[in-house]
């Protein structure tokens, strides 16, 4: 399997902890940032921390209580395409159609099982490429 970059702010904790759990059960390469329990943290740090880790080959997975302000966070960050997907057709499409490399999740939206349905969907799609090409090169010549 494919190296995972894996964040999380307090909000997420639970789920982002369960998902560790399925990735290192499938024997993901992983690396992981995440608060202790506890623990209050900021979601732009942990994000920019995850989104700086992505490169060719690499996928990250982020969690908070909404998944938006993580989304807002990684997006920021140059040659990332951080995408917030509330079911499996959500995160095929974002792979297929928009090269989506971090996937964002909101603990307080999707419940666990349906949060892992999203991941697996997410981590079984690959790039279309193709006329969805130029568009990935257009969301690249925009600033950040």
């Known amino acids: 399997m494919r190296e995972i970059v894996l964040g999380c702010d307090h909000a997420g904790l639970d ?6 759990g399925v990735l290192q059960a499938r024997g993901a390469r992983l690396r992981v940032f995440k608060p202790p329990r506890g623990i209050k943290v900021d979601y732009p740090d942990i994000a920019k921390q995850v989104a700086q880790e992505i490169k060719q080959g690499v996928v990250g997975v982020v969690v908070c209580g909404s998944g938006i302000g993580m989304s807002m966070a990684c997006n920021r960050v140059p040659h990332v395409r951080a995408a917030l997907c509330t079911d499996a057709y959500m995160a095929t499409m974002a792979r297929l159609h928009n090269d989506a490399n971090v996937l964002c999740l909101g603990q307080n939206v999707v419940g666990f ?32």
């Open 15 to 20: 789920l982002a902890e369960f998902l560790q």
């Open 113 to 144: 099982g349906v949060a892992q349905s999203i991941l697996e969907a997410f981590l079984q799609g690959a790039f279309e490429g193709g006329r969805h090409a130029r568009r990935i090169a257009k969301l690249e010549g925009m600033p950040c």
